[in-house]
Protein backbone atom coordinates (compact mmCIF):
# COMPACT_ATOMS: atom_id res chain seq x y z
CA UNK A 1 0.00 0.00 0.00
CA UNK A 2 1.08 3.83 -0.67
CA UNK A 3 0.25 7.23 0.28
CA UNK A 4 -2.08 8.83 -1.82
CA UNK A 5 -0.45 11.80 -1.83
CA UNK A 6 -1.02 12.92 -6.00
CA UNK A 7 -4.97 13.00 -5.60
CA UNK A 8 -6.34 16.71 -6.53
CA UNK A 9 -8.22 18.28 -4.46
CA UNK A 10 -11.56 20.02 -5.94
CA UNK A 11 -11.77 23.43 -5.35
CA UNK A 12 -15.35 23.37 -4.59
CA UNK A 13 -16.49 21.07 -2.10
CA UNK A 14 -18.74 18.35 -2.98
CA UNK A 15 -22.21 19.39 -1.04
CA UNK A 16 -22.70 15.38 -0.10
CA UNK A 17 -19.20 14.97 1.23
CA UNK A 18 -20.24 18.57 3.23
CA UNK A 19 -23.41 16.97 4.78
CA UNK A 20 -22.18 13.66 5.59
CA UNK A 21 -19.28 15.53 7.56
CA UNK A 22 -22.06 17.24 8.88
CA UNK A 23 -24.11 14.39 10.23
CA UNK A 24 -21.07 12.73 11.53
CA UNK A 25 -20.55 15.47 13.78
CA UNK A 26 -23.74 15.51 15.34
CA UNK A 27 -23.36 11.78 16.69
CA UNK A 28 -22.84 12.50 20.14
CA UNK A 29 -23.60 9.29 22.06
CA UNK A 30 -23.15 5.45 22.28
CA UNK A 31 -26.38 4.43 21.35
CA UNK A 32 -27.10 7.52 18.86
CA UNK A 33 -23.95 6.43 17.25
CA UNK A 34 -24.52 2.67 17.42
CA UNK A 35 -27.83 3.50 15.53
CA UNK A 36 -26.65 5.98 12.48
CA UNK A 37 -23.09 5.07 12.03
CA UNK A 38 -23.85 1.75 9.53
CA UNK A 39 -25.88 4.33 7.21
CA UNK A 40 -23.57 6.43 7.30
CA UNK A 41 -20.68 4.40 6.40
CA UNK A 42 -23.04 3.53 3.24
CA UNK A 43 -23.30 6.79 2.32
CA UNK A 44 -19.43 7.04 2.51
CA UNK A 45 -18.81 4.28 0.92
CA UNK A 46 -21.25 5.10 -1.98
CA UNK A 47 -19.59 8.60 -2.62
CA UNK A 48 -16.56 7.17 -2.42
CA UNK A 49 -17.28 4.30 -5.10
CA UNK A 50 -16.54 1.78 -2.70
CA UNK A 51 -18.54 -1.57 -2.01
CA UNK A 52 -17.51 -2.15 1.55
CA UNK A 53 -16.64 -0.21 4.70
CA UNK A 54 -15.72 -0.34 8.24
CA UNK A 55 -14.74 1.34 10.84
CA UNK A 56 -12.50 -0.43 14.02
CA UNK A 57 -11.50 1.43 17.61
CA UNK A 58 -8.80 0.32 19.47
CA UNK A 59 -10.21 -0.35 22.90
CA UNK A 60 -6.81 -0.09 25.00
CA UNK A 61 -5.01 2.79 26.20
CA UNK A 62 -1.73 1.40 24.74
CA UNK A 63 -0.09 3.92 22.60
CA UNK A 64 1.86 1.31 20.92
CA UNK A 65 -0.02 -0.11 17.62
CA UNK A 66 1.43 -3.41 17.81
CA UNK A 67 -0.56 -3.83 21.24
CA UNK A 68 -3.68 -2.60 20.58
CA UNK A 69 -7.02 -4.45 20.37
CA UNK A 70 -9.59 -3.90 18.28
CA UNK A 71 -13.16 -4.21 17.92
CA UNK A 72 -15.49 -3.38 15.07
CA UNK A 73 -17.83 -0.06 15.48
CA UNK A 74 -19.62 -0.48 12.58
CA UNK A 75 -19.06 -2.40 9.05
CA UNK A 76 -21.11 -2.40 6.21
CA UNK A 77 -20.30 -4.77 3.15
CA UNK A 78 -17.84 -6.96 4.31
CA UNK A 79 -18.40 -10.60 4.93
CA UNK A 80 -17.97 -11.29 8.68
CA UNK A 81 -14.40 -13.61 8.28
CA UNK A 82 -13.31 -10.45 6.05
CA UNK A 83 -14.56 -7.99 8.51
CA UNK A 84 -13.04 -10.05 11.57
CA UNK A 85 -9.43 -10.25 9.43
CA UNK A 86 -9.74 -6.57 8.67
CA UNK A 87 -10.18 -5.87 12.61
CA UNK A 88 -8.01 -8.33 13.77
CA UNK A 89 -4.96 -10.33 12.19
CA UNK A 90 -4.20 -7.18 9.61
CA UNK A 91 -3.94 -5.07 12.22
CA UNK A 92 -1.62 -6.65 13.80
CA UNK A 93 0.50 -7.20 10.49
CA UNK A 94 3.54 -5.38 9.38
CA UNK A 95 1.30 -3.79 6.59
CA UNK A 96 -1.31 -2.93 9.18
CA UNK A 97 0.99 -1.19 11.11
CA UNK A 98 2.17 0.53 7.77
CA UNK A 99 -1.45 2.38 8.08
CA UNK A 100 -1.34 3.03 11.86
CA UNK A 101 1.95 4.68 11.67
CA UNK A 102 0.86 6.76 8.12
CA UNK A 103 -0.94 9.92 8.62
CA UNK A 104 -2.43 9.58 5.11
CA UNK A 105 -4.71 7.16 3.69
CA UNK A 106 -3.21 4.55 1.97
CA UNK A 107 -4.60 2.60 -1.38
CA UNK A 108 -3.78 -0.80 -2.45
CA UNK A 109 -3.65 0.08 -5.96
CA UNK A 110 -0.89 2.70 -5.47
CA UNK A 111 0.97 -0.10 -3.86
CA UNK A 112 4.79 0.69 -2.96
CA UNK A 113 4.87 -2.04 -0.10
CA UNK A 114 4.07 -5.52 -2.50
CA UNK A 115 0.24 -5.16 -0.28
CA UNK A 116 -0.59 -7.35 -3.14
CA UNK A 117 1.73 -9.93 -2.48
CA UNK A 118 0.66 -10.33 0.70
CA UNK A 119 -1.86 -13.38 2.41
CA UNK A 120 -3.99 -10.45 3.46
CA UNK A 121 -4.86 -9.59 -0.42
CA UNK A 122 -4.36 -13.16 -1.86
CA UNK A 123 -6.24 -15.31 0.76
CA UNK A 124 -9.03 -12.82 2.02
CA UNK A 125 -9.61 -9.65 -0.03
CA UNK A 126 -9.16 -10.79 -2.98
CA UNK A 127 -11.50 -13.75 -2.99
CA UNK A 128 -14.20 -11.83 -1.68
CA UNK A 129 -13.92 -9.65 -4.70
CA UNK A 130 -12.24 -6.20 -3.78
CA UNK A 131 -9.29 -5.51 -6.10
CA UNK A 132 -8.44 -2.49 -4.52
CA UNK A 133 -9.25 -0.29 -1.22
CA UNK A 134 -7.65 2.37 1.18
CA UNK A 135 -7.33 2.20 4.50
CA UNK A 136 -7.02 5.10 7.25
CA UNK A 137 -5.51 5.43 10.74
CA UNK A 138 -8.15 7.64 12.63
CA UNK A 139 -6.28 10.33 15.10
CA UNK A 140 -7.32 12.17 18.23
CA UNK A 141 -6.06 15.58 18.80
CA UNK A 142 -3.54 14.49 20.51
CA UNK A 143 -2.16 11.89 17.75
CA UNK A 144 -3.52 8.76 19.76
CA UNK A 145 -4.38 6.42 17.12
CA UNK A 146 -7.82 5.59 18.18
CA UNK A 147 -9.62 3.51 15.18
CA UNK A 148 -9.22 3.01 11.55
CA UNK A 149 -11.42 3.08 8.40
CA UNK A 150 -11.42 0.92 5.60
CA UNK A 151 -12.84 1.54 2.29
CA UNK A 152 -12.88 -1.74 -0.33
CA UNK A 153 -13.86 -1.18 -4.04
CA UNK A 154 -14.23 -4.59 -6.32
CA UNK A 155 -12.23 -2.57 -9.20
CA UNK A 156 -9.57 0.40 -8.58
CA UNK A 157 -11.74 2.11 -11.52
CA UNK A 158 -14.50 1.96 -8.94
CA UNK A 159 -12.79 4.50 -6.67
CA UNK A 160 -13.82 7.98 -7.23
CA UNK A 161 -10.04 10.01 -6.98
CA UNK A 162 -11.87 13.31 -6.71
CA UNK A 163 -14.41 12.07 -3.55
CA UNK A 164 -11.14 10.50 -2.59
CA UNK A 165 -9.17 13.57 -1.28
CA UNK A 166 -11.89 14.08 1.33
CA UNK A 167 -11.20 11.08 3.19
CA UNK A 168 -8.36 12.95 5.47
CA UNK A 169 -11.34 15.42 6.97
CA UNK A 170 -13.81 12.85 7.20
CA UNK A 171 -11.33 10.73 9.42
CA UNK A 172 -10.82 13.47 11.60
CA UNK A 173 -14.58 13.03 12.61
CA UNK A 174 -14.52 9.76 12.49
CA UNK A 175 -12.34 9.75 15.16
CA UNK A 176 -14.51 11.86 17.45
CA UNK A 177 -17.27 9.60 16.49
CA UNK A 178 -14.87 6.42 17.51
CA UNK A 179 -14.08 7.93 20.20
CA UNK A 180 -17.94 8.90 21.36
CA UNK A 181 -19.13 5.09 20.02
CA UNK A 182 -16.77 3.91 22.44
CA UNK A 183 -16.89 6.14 25.36
CA UNK A 184 -16.33 4.71 29.12
CA UNK A 185 -19.45 3.89 30.87
CA UNK A 186 -20.87 5.85 34.06
CA UNK A 187 -20.73 3.78 37.25
CA UNK A 188 -18.32 0.97 36.05
CA UNK A 189 -15.73 1.08 38.77
CA UNK A 190 -13.67 -2.23 37.87
CA UNK A 191 -9.98 -3.18 38.51
CA UNK A 192 -8.14 -3.08 35.05
CA UNK A 193 -8.46 -6.96 34.42
CA UNK A 194 -12.08 -7.00 33.61
CA UNK A 195 -12.41 -7.14 29.80
CA UNK A 196 -15.71 -4.57 29.52
CA UNK A 197 -18.55 -4.15 27.06
CA UNK A 198 -21.50 -1.98 27.14
CA UNK A 199 -24.91 -3.33 25.34
CA UNK A 200 -27.17 -0.79 24.18
CA UNK A 201 -30.98 -0.90 24.43
CA UNK A 202 -31.26 -2.53 21.29
CA UNK A 203 -28.85 -5.55 22.18
CA UNK A 204 -25.82 -3.84 20.20
CA UNK A 205 -22.66 -4.23 21.70
CA UNK A 206 -20.34 -1.66 22.04
CA UNK A 207 -16.64 -1.39 23.05
CA UNK A 208 -15.41 0.72 26.07
CA UNK A 209 -12.34 2.37 25.82
CA UNK A 210 -9.35 1.24 27.78
CA UNK A 211 -11.06 -2.45 28.01
CA UNK A 212 -10.31 -5.57 26.24
CA UNK A 213 -12.96 -7.56 24.11
CA UNK A 214 -14.24 -10.16 26.30
CA UNK A 215 -13.16 -13.31 27.01
CA UNK A 216 -16.30 -15.17 25.83
CA UNK A 217 -18.68 -14.71 22.72
CA UNK A 218 -21.90 -13.19 24.02
CA UNK A 219 -23.84 -16.30 22.33
CA UNK A 220 -27.49 -16.99 22.80
CA UNK A 221 -26.66 -18.98 25.96
CA UNK A 222 -24.91 -16.48 28.19
CA UNK A 223 -27.52 -13.75 26.83
CA UNK A 224 -30.31 -15.90 28.12
CA UNK A 225 -28.58 -15.74 31.71
CA UNK A 226 -27.95 -12.27 31.13
CA UNK A 227 -31.52 -11.85 30.01
CA UNK A 228 -32.80 -14.01 33.14
CA UNK A 229 -30.42 -11.40 35.53
CA UNK A 230 -32.24 -8.04 33.87
CA UNK A 231 -35.79 -9.50 34.62
CA UNK A 232 -35.12 -9.91 38.27
CA UNK A 233 -34.66 -5.82 38.60
CA UNK A 234 -31.06 -6.29 40.37
CA UNK A 235 -28.51 -3.76 38.81
CA UNK A 236 -25.31 -6.03 39.43
CA UNK A 237 -24.76 -10.04 39.17
CA UNK A 238 -21.98 -11.82 39.10
CA UNK A 239 -21.78 -15.53 37.65
CA UNK A 240 -19.29 -18.36 36.14
CA UNK A 241 -19.76 -19.86 32.40
CA UNK A 242 -17.96 -22.37 30.93
CA UNK A 243 -17.53 -21.54 27.20
CA UNK A 244 -14.65 -23.14 24.31
CA UNK A 245 -13.45 -25.63 27.31
CA UNK A 246 -12.18 -22.13 29.11
CA UNK A 247 -14.23 -20.84 32.54
CA UNK A 248 -15.12 -16.89 33.09
CA UNK A 249 -16.28 -14.75 35.49
CA UNK A 250 -18.92 -12.66 34.27
CA UNK A 251 -20.13 -9.55 35.91
CA UNK A 252 -23.47 -7.66 34.21
CA UNK A 253 -23.73 -4.34 35.49
CA UNK A 254 -26.97 -1.89 35.11
CA UNK A 255 -25.99 1.39 35.63
CA UNK A 256 -28.27 3.51 35.00
CA UNK A 257 -31.69 3.39 37.22
CA UNK A 258 -33.61 -0.18 37.30
CA UNK A 259 -32.61 -3.09 35.31
CA UNK A 260 -34.79 -4.19 33.01
CA UNK A 261 -34.23 -6.39 29.59
CA UNK A 262 -34.42 -3.22 27.88
CA UNK A 263 -32.08 -0.90 28.90
CA UNK A 264 -28.59 -0.45 28.28
CA UNK A 265 -26.26 -2.06 30.45
CA UNK A 266 -22.33 -3.97 30.94
CA UNK A 267 -20.91 -7.14 31.00
CA UNK A 268 -17.41 -7.35 32.61
CA UNK A 269 -15.29 -10.86 32.16
CA UNK A 270 -11.97 -12.18 33.69
CA UNK A 271 -10.54 -15.50 33.62
CA UNK A 272 -12.23 -17.38 36.59
CA UNK A 273 -9.93 -17.16 39.36
CA UNK A 274 -11.66 -19.05 41.69
CA UNK A 275 -14.62 -21.89 42.20
CA UNK A 276 -13.96 -22.16 46.01
CA UNK A 277 -12.55 -25.21 45.47
CA UNK A 278 -15.51 -27.30 43.73
CA UNK A 279 -15.66 -28.93 40.84
CA UNK A 280 -17.97 -27.98 37.92
CA UNK A 281 -19.94 -30.87 38.82
CA UNK A 282 -20.18 -29.95 42.08
CA UNK A 283 -20.93 -26.04 41.12
CA UNK A 284 -23.68 -26.98 38.90
CA UNK A 285 -25.32 -28.83 41.25
CA UNK A 286 -24.91 -26.11 44.07
CA UNK A 287 -26.08 -23.66 41.63
CA UNK A 288 -29.46 -25.85 41.43
CA UNK A 289 -29.00 -26.11 45.51
CA UNK A 290 -29.58 -22.08 45.66
CA UNK A 291 -32.42 -22.20 43.27
CA UNK A 292 -34.51 -24.08 46.35
CA UNK A 293 -34.58 -27.43 43.73
CA UNK A 294 -34.45 -30.91 45.78
CA UNK A 295 -32.24 -33.46 44.84
CA UNK A 296 -34.87 -34.89 42.78
CA UNK A 297 -35.36 -32.35 40.37
CA UNK A 298 -31.32 -32.17 40.10
CA UNK A 299 -31.01 -35.49 39.92
CA UNK A 300 -33.24 -35.20 36.54
CA UNK A 301 -31.69 -32.00 35.14
CA UNK A 302 -27.90 -33.23 35.66
CA UNK A 303 -28.82 -37.18 34.65
CA UNK A 304 -27.70 -38.28 38.39
CA UNK A 305 -29.18 -40.53 40.81
CA UNK A 306 -30.17 -39.33 43.75
CA UNK A 307 -27.57 -40.65 45.54
CA UNK A 308 -24.82 -39.00 43.96
CA UNK A 309 -26.51 -35.57 44.16
CA UNK A 310 -26.79 -36.17 47.58
CA UNK A 311 -23.14 -37.03 48.18
CA UNK A 312 -21.95 -33.83 46.15
CA UNK A 313 -24.28 -31.58 48.32
CA UNK A 314 -22.67 -33.20 51.41
CA UNK A 315 -19.15 -32.59 49.82
CA UNK A 316 -20.07 -29.07 49.25
CA UNK A 317 -21.08 -28.57 52.58
CA UNK A 318 -17.98 -29.99 53.98
CA UNK A 319 -15.82 -27.82 51.47
CA UNK A 320 -17.70 -24.36 52.22
CA UNK A 321 -17.73 -25.44 55.58
CA UNK A 322 -21.30 -24.28 55.59
CA UNK A 323 -24.01 -25.25 57.98
CA UNK A 324 -26.99 -26.14 55.65
CA UNK A 325 -27.64 -25.96 51.75
CA UNK A 326 -29.26 -21.96 52.34
CA UNK A 327 -24.90 -21.34 53.83
CA UNK A 328 -23.47 -23.10 51.17
CA UNK A 329 -25.93 -21.18 48.30
CA UNK A 330 -25.47 -17.33 50.14
CA UNK A 331 -21.35 -18.10 50.32
CA UNK A 332 -21.48 -19.19 46.40
CA UNK A 333 -23.60 -16.28 45.49
CA UNK A 334 -21.25 -13.65 47.27
CA UNK A 335 -18.77 -14.75 45.83
CA UNK A 336 -20.13 -15.21 41.93
CA UNK A 337 -19.30 -19.06 41.55
CA UNK A 338 -22.56 -20.11 40.76
CA UNK A 339 -22.78 -21.84 37.31
CA UNK A 340 -26.13 -21.05 35.65
CA UNK A 341 -28.12 -22.30 33.11
CA UNK A 342 -29.87 -20.41 30.49
CA UNK A 343 -32.81 -22.48 29.82
CA UNK A 344 -35.80 -20.53 31.10
CA UNK A 345 -36.94 -24.19 32.79
CA UNK A 346 -33.38 -24.93 34.24
CA UNK A 347 -33.20 -25.43 37.99
CA UNK A 348 -29.90 -23.58 37.25
CA UNK A 349 -31.71 -20.44 36.72
CA UNK A 350 -29.79 -17.34 38.13
CA UNK A 351 -33.62 -15.36 38.59
CA UNK A 352 -34.42 -18.15 40.91
CA UNK A 353 -31.45 -17.65 43.07
CA UNK A 354 -31.61 -13.54 42.51
CA UNK A 355 -35.46 -13.58 43.81
CA UNK A 356 -34.88 -15.78 46.87
CA UNK A 357 -34.96 -14.48 49.99
CA UNK A 358 -31.70 -14.09 51.99
CA UNK A 359 -31.54 -16.34 54.60
Same mark, same amino acid.
Given at each position: ?25 ? *?? +? =? %? #? ?11 ? @? &? ?90 ? *?? +? =? %? #? ?11 ? @? &? ?202
Amino acid at each position: MAVVDDAPVPAVPDVSMLELVADLAT *LG +S =P %D #DTTARLPQMLDRL @A &DEVGANACQVDAATTTSRGTATKHWQTLASIGYARPVSRHLGGEFLHSAHGRLVLESRDPLRIEADTHDFRGTTHFHDVLQPAGYDDGISLA *LR +S =P %D #DVVVGIVHLSACS @A &DDLRTETLAALPAIGRVLARVTEVASCTVRDVTLPPEYAVVRVDAQGRVRPVVGRDPLHLDLDDDVLAIVHDILSTGVRFAGFLHQQDGRLVEVRVHVPEGRSTVHQPYVVATRPAESTLGLTMRQLEVLTAVATGAGNREIAEELFLTQRTVAAHVEAILTRLDAPSRAGAAAKATAAGVLLPSGRPDSVRSLSAVLRRPVV
